[in-house]
């Protein structure tokens, strides 16, 4: 059983970042919905009690008809859980912190050229999907994944995502998604990043 998790600040907190409208919907229901679907899927199966993160790392092993749910809407319900985990309100957020900073530094060159560069996925993820800073072989990578995919898959560790799917923007940004990726910059939690990074 997986749980819908509380958000740790209130749907307007991210304003005008992230509109209060947009963040009750796409918690209380786009996220409510996976993790409902999510559950469904696996009860009475031998996947029940095993925790999704395992599921989506080894998502491979998973045989027949079973994985498709498991890979979209445990995907929906664990990379949406991760998402809110990186947001915080901008009186909170800032730069990165000092291990992450310094990985971005050397994989990227500087702060100001990973931001043009996760902003660059971002913009150009085609259709519904992810853009995500990971750790991979050689240090930070920036990766997309299409539909509720997650690099964990592939065997690759996630620190930070932005959420590329319609739902997460279009009710104040229009088509503008260049305008929410910028907007995305004020309202990172760095702290948790960190945390991820270091995990
Ligand atoms: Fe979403």
Do not use: C
Request: hydrophobic content about 35%; charged content about 30%.
């Amino acid at each position: 059983m997986y749980e819908l998790p509380e958000l740790d600040f209130d749907y307007d907190a991210l304003e005008p970042h992230m509109d209060e409208e947009t963040l009750k919907i796409h918690h209380g229901k786009h996220h409510a919905a996976y993790v409902k679907k999510f559950n469904d899927s696996v009860e009475g199966t031998e996947y029940e009690k095993v925790e999704l993160r395992d599921l989506i790392v080894d998502l491979d092993k998973i045989k027949g008809d079973i994985q498709t749910p498991i890979r979209n809407a445990g995907g929906g319900a664990y990379n949406h859980s991760f998402f809110w985990e990186i947001l915080t309100p901008e009186k909170d957020s800032g730069e990165p912190l000092e291990n992450t900073a310094k990985a971005i530094n050397e994989s990227f060159g500087s702060y100001d050229e990973f931001k043009k560069q996760f902003s660059e996925a971002a913009l150009t993820v085609f259709g519904s999907g992810w853009a995500w800073l990971v750790v991979g072989e050689k240090g930070l990578e920036i990766v997309k994944t299409p539909n509720q995919d997650n690099p964990m898959s592939v065997g690759l560790k996630p620190i930070l995502v932005i959420d590329i799917w319609e739902h997460a923007y279009y009710l104040k940004y229009r088509n503008l998604r260049p305008d929410y990726i910028e907007a995305f910059f004020n309202i990172i939690n760095w702290k948790a990043v960190e945390k991820k990074f270091l995990e």
